[in-house]
């Protein structure tokens, strides 16, 4: 019985060799730009090289299937002495063999050439290639199994990709913000459940039966399912889960503060970027927090917000939070409604998702140099001159943490002159790729004599450690809106 899987096996690989040898050739060039880029974020070139690839491995999965197809009654195989278990082990060895163990071996290239040593990333490259089975392999292998030709494929993978793709939008803003990769990670794992539980159950019913409409049926009902959890799976809940996980020391709290006199304002009272857009009025409100532990600081993300004027109504779609944290709230509310209730007594609900964390040693860094740092992984840093778009007299430099462990939370980077000045970043990014390395990057904007005097500077690398998760929710009431306009 293994000799005729392995038969199925290489007449799969002889038919479909070119292609093969199209995956492989992307897989080395993915691997050669992740392997010396120098910045967090993939070149043009990278992004569509991996588009490329990943478009290629789901063809390839979908042809071997669909060598031997499953929909129909005509297949030569049918009469032959094909048992399914063969069948379907036959085609998971080709997925293997043609995708998983170039991805798995391009990505211990990947991490040696960055100067990690990848037997002790093992268990980070094999859950890797689980995503990447539960993500990719399985779903198209799923598909396939349950449509007649490549064609049906193709128009099936763009339907489901627009259903999908128009809610997903919470999911890209959690991606694109480096201090929430702790809800990346519950949310990778999360939504790759039902897809993954799902596929193999429709792989399983159409390899061992071969009942197509039964397994189209109960692809449509995958299709909905995943739909239901964009939709209804919003960022709150997955923190909620989270913080039941790890709740951390204490509980946060979070009322009403006194609004400072004119003349004891913190220094931290500074307009707002957008104070010129007279189509919105901008409220500072003065917090107090208490139940943060010592020693343990708070990063908030406001998820949720609700104006409550006197007369019951409630409003969410006018009003913008701009954010929470050193004892301020900081919103927008359109200055039609704020005009209608600004000396009234209104109530305003907030829901914070408050992660705590402390900070650990700081390393110091030479410029220019690409050192370990210890709870965070591997950094380095680098001078550019950048006049096309800093202008002439400008410099920048460019510093870079990566880990094949990721970042829960992103380290704190400056800058340190000679003479003892601490510059932070002007910039702060991060950018998830299929790279098996996660990278945050920090830029910072030099003036001439501080590009010339570079070398004496150093920079001061910090890591955070997250410490717990707590959902807070505030209430304010009879808040009269005009007090706090700025």
Same mark, same amino acid.
């Given at each position: 019985?293994?000799?005729?899987?392995?038969?199925? %096996? $290489? $007449?799969?690989?002889?038919?479909?060799?070119?292609?093969?040898?199209?995956?492989?050739?992307?897989?080395?060039?993915?691997?050669?730009?992740?392997?010396?880029? =120098?910045?967090?974020?993939?070149?043009?070139?990278?992004?569509?090289?991996?588009?490329?690839?990943?478009?290629?491995?789901?063809?390839?999965?979908?042809?071997?299937?669909?060598?031997?197809?499953?929909?129909?009654?005509? &297949?030569?195989?049918?009469?032959?002495?094909?048992?399914?278990?063969?069948?379907?082990?036959?085609?998971?060895?080709? +997925?293997?063999?043609?995708?998983?163990?170039?991805?798995?071996?391009?990505?211990?290239?990947?991490?040696?050439? *960055?100067?990690?040593?990848?037997?002790?990333?093992?268990?980070?490259?094999?859950?890797?290639?689980?995503?990447?089975?539960?993500?990719?392999?399985?779903?198209?292998?799923?598909?396939?199994?349950?449509?007649?030709?490549?064609?049906?494929?193709?128009?099936?993978?763009?339907?489901?990709?627009?259903?999908?793709? =128009?809610?997903?939008?919470?999911?890209?803003?959690?991606?694109?913000?480096?201090?929430?990769?702790?809800?990346?990670?519950?949310?990778?794992?999360? %939504?790759?459940?039902?897809?993954?539980?799902?596929?193999?159950?429709?792989?399983?019913?159409?390899? +061992?039966?071969?009942?197509?409409?039964?397994?189209?049926?109960?692809?449509?009902?995958?299709?909905?399912?995943?739909?239901?959890?964009?939709?209804?799976?919003?960022?709150?809940?997955?923190?909620?889960?989270?913080?039941?996980?790890?709740?951390?020391?204490?509980?946060?709290?979070?009322?009403?503060?006194?609004? !400072?006199? !004119?003349?004891?304002?913190?220094?931290?009272?500074?307009?707002?970027?957008?104070?010129?857009?007279?189509?919105? /009025?901008?409220?500072?409100?003065?917090?107090?927090? +208490?139940?943060?532990?010592?020693?343990?600081?708070?990063?908030?993300?406001?998820?949720? %917000?609700?104006?409550?004027?006197?007369?019951? *109504?409630?409003?969410?779609?006018?009003?913008?939070?701009?954010?929470?944290?050193?004892?301020?709230?900081?919103?927008?509310?359109?200055?039609?409604?704020?005009?209608?209730?600004?000396?009234?007594?209104?109530?305003? $609900?907030?829901?914070?998702?408050?992660?705590? %964390?402390?900070?650990?040693?700081?390393?110091?860094?030479?410029?220019?140099?690409?050192?370990?740092?210890?709870?965070?992984?591997?950094?380095?840093?680098?001078?550019?001159?950048?006049?096309? *778009?800093?202008?002439?007299?400008?410099?920048?430099?460019?510093?870079?943490?990566?880990? !094949?462990?990721?970042?829960?939370?992103?380290?704190?980077?400056?800058?340190?002159?000679?003479?003892?000045?601490?510059?932070?970043?002007?910039?702060?990014?991060?950018? !998830?790729?299929?790279?098996?390395?996660?990278?945050? &990057? =920090?830029?910072?904007?030099?003036?001439?004599?501080?590009?010339?005097?570079?070398?004496?500077?150093?920079?001061?690398?910090?890591? =955070?450690? /997250?410490?717990?998760? &707590?959902?807070?929710?505030?209430?304010?009431?009879?808040?009269?809106?005009?007090?706090?306009?700025?």
């Amino acid at each position: 019985m293994m000799h005729l899987m392995l038969h199925i %096996f $290489k $007449k799969d690989a002889r038919r479909l060799r070119w292609a093969i040898a199209l995956a492989l050739l992307l897989q080395v060039a993915v691997a050669y730009v992740d392997a010396t880029r =120098n910045s967090a974020y993939p070149g043009m070139q990278e992004g569509w090289v991996t588009i490329l690839l990943l478009v290629t491995w789901a063809s390839l999965i979908a042809l071997a299937v669909h060598e031997d197809s499953l929909v129909g009654d005509r &297949q030569f195989w049918i009469s032959r002495p094909y048992r399914w278990p063969m069948l379907l082990g036959a085609k998971l060895l080709f +997925a293997t063999a043609f995708v998983h163990a170039p991805s798995f071996l391009a990505d211990a290239v990947i991490l040696g050439a *960055r100067g990690f040593h990848p037997w002790e990333w093992i268990p980070h490259l094999l859950a890797k290639q689980l995503m990447l089975a539960a993500a990719l392999t399985l779903p198209v292998m799923a598909m396939a199994a349950v449509l007649q030709n490549f064609a049906q494929l193709a128009l099936t993978v763009v339907l489901i990709g627009a259903v999908i793709g =128009n809610r997903v939008a919470f999911v890209a803003d959690v991606f694109m913000s480096s201090w929430l990769a702790g809800l990346r990670v519950i949310l990778l794992d999360g %939504f790759l459940v039902a897809p993954f539980v799902l596929s193999v159950a429709i792989i399983l019913l159409q390899f +061992a039966r071969r009942q197509t409409w039964r397994s189209r049926i109960l692809g449509i009902v995958s299709v909905v399912v995943v739909v239901l959890l964009f939709s209804f799976v919003s960022p709150i809940f997955i923190s909620r889960a989270q913080a039941a996980l790890d709740p951390g020391d204490s509980r946060i709290s979070i009322e009403l503060g006194a609004m !400072p006199a !004119p003349g004891d304002l913190p220094d931290t009272f500074e307009p707002h970027p957008y104070r010129e857009d007279n189509r919105w /009025a901008e409220l500072k409100l003065p917090l107090h927090i +208490a139940g943060i532990p010592a020693g343990v600081r708070t990063y908030f993300m406001t998820t949720e %917000f609700e104006l409550t004027a006197p007369d019951g *109504r409630r409003y969410k779609d006018q009003i913008e939070p701009h954010g929470l944290g050193g004892h301020w709230l900081l919103l927008r509310v359109r200055r039609a409604l704020f005009d209608k209730i600004k000396n009234t007594n209104v109530e305003l $609900k907030v829901t914070a998702v408050a992660l705590l %964390f402390r900070r650990g040693e700081t390393t110091t860094l030479p410029l220019e140099s690409n050192r370990p740092v210890p709870l965070v992984g591997r950094c380095y840093s680098e001078v550019v001159e950048d006049k096309d *778009r800093l202008g002439d007299g400008f410099g920048a430099l460019r510093a870079v943490c990566e880990s !094949p462990a990721g970042f829960p939370l992103p380290p704190d980077i400056f800058l340190r002159q000679s003479g003892g000045t601490a510059i932070g970043p002007i910039l702060t990014e991060y950018a !998830p790729s299929l790279s098996p390395i996660s990278r945050v &990057q =920090n830029s910072f904007s030099l003036r001439q004599e501080q590009f010339d005097s570079a070398a004496a500077s150093k920079l001061s690398i910090t890591p =955070n450690i /997250a410490r717990g998760w &707590q959902v807070v929710k505030v209430d304010l009431r009879n808040l009269h809106l005009s007090d706090y306009v700025y």
